[in-house]
């Protein structure tokens, strides 16, 4: 998670703070599988939950890590004590996104490991690595990594299939609690959450791994929850516009759209996310608004 003009809106850090302490608490180091290792960013904050999640993947001596973390030593100490505890390498590097809780620990790990240098990859790449395509593929013994572009929540997210297991590597667009995430572009990101969705049908996937969270028992089920709560939120806005009255069309400011929601109280933490459903009703030219006063007045075309 990284979207922080949202998250720095009043009111959200006791509400994080408040939903922070009733998560379970997660061990630095954890097997979750023959296949995943789970090795905690030292990272535990309002955005981050119980920190980054990062992993290691295969069976064999050689591992895909999956993210970096922030940038915190505990992280790459935890790693490197765990890679040479177990006498493994390294082999690949794959970044969900480039949030910077995600690659905030890649200069220290190619510090440690210069090998790696060449063998970072991004659906965007920076400098001196390689870029991510939909359905490449990514193996070491004992896994096989199909990337799934999966873009909104940051414009660069990827996803990971592990072939394998059915399981996926969901990055930050689906977390091991709650039931929504701050998005970059709403309509890329629902149609992700489809994406998601197919794939995990079609590849029976039933476990999540999350970028921040526990693992995700029922991914299937957790896609249609998060799916649901943006459509609520979408039909919700559009009966605000219908009103009372069909006949007559409203202009409402985005603050008077979520003071009908929530109440004037909640226009800070309610606001940005009202805002993003109707850019993206303005994007599918279901709403549009005129600027009266220096203020965005919306108005229904169709819904
Ligand atoms: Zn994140």
Redesign the pocket.
Known sequence: ??TPKVWAQPGWHDYLAARNSRLPCLPAVTKLSEEVVRIMGGNPGDM?MQG?NTYLVGSGEARILIDTGQGFPIWLTTLVDFLQQHQLRISHVLLTHW?P??TGGLPALLAQYPHLTNSVSKAHPDRGQTSIHDGQLFTTEGATLRALFTPGHSMDHMCFVLEETGAMFTG?NILGHGNSVVVENLGRYMKSLDVMRENVHSAAIEVGYP??GAVIEDLPSKVTVYTRHWETREKMVTSVFLGANTTKKSFLTTREITAHLYGPAMDAMAGPFIAQVLSKLAEEGKVSFIVLAQEKKWFLLRN
């Open positions: 998670m990284s981050q980054t949030h809780d995600h930050d970028g921040h």
